[in-house]
């Protein structure tokens, strides 16, 4: 799985909701959230799919949270 490369919160944001919906098959909403990527720039890859946001990174400036010690 590869991260999107977007400078915009509002498109990761949008990334990850509709990797939820995808995930539950809950096609139509699936595509309300398409559509307001493409109002923001987004377009989909050759495939006809978003890519998935991934939940490891955080978004864009803001900082991790520190390691929890034992």
């Known amino acids: 799985m590869t991260e999107p490369q ?5 498109v990761a944001a949008l990334l990850r909701e509709r990797e ?5 098959g ?3 909403r699936v595509a309300q959230v ?3 990527l493409k109002l923001r720039g987004h377009e989909p890859t050759a495939d006809g799919k978003t890519a998935p946001a991934s939940r490891s990174t955080p978004p864009k400036g803001r900082r991790a949270r520190p390691a929890e010690q034992a």
């Open 6 to 10: 977007t400078e915009d919160p509002m």
């Open 20 to 24: 939820g919906y995808a995930v539950r």
């Open 26 to 28: 809950m096609d139509a």
């Open 34 to 36: 398409d559509e307001q």
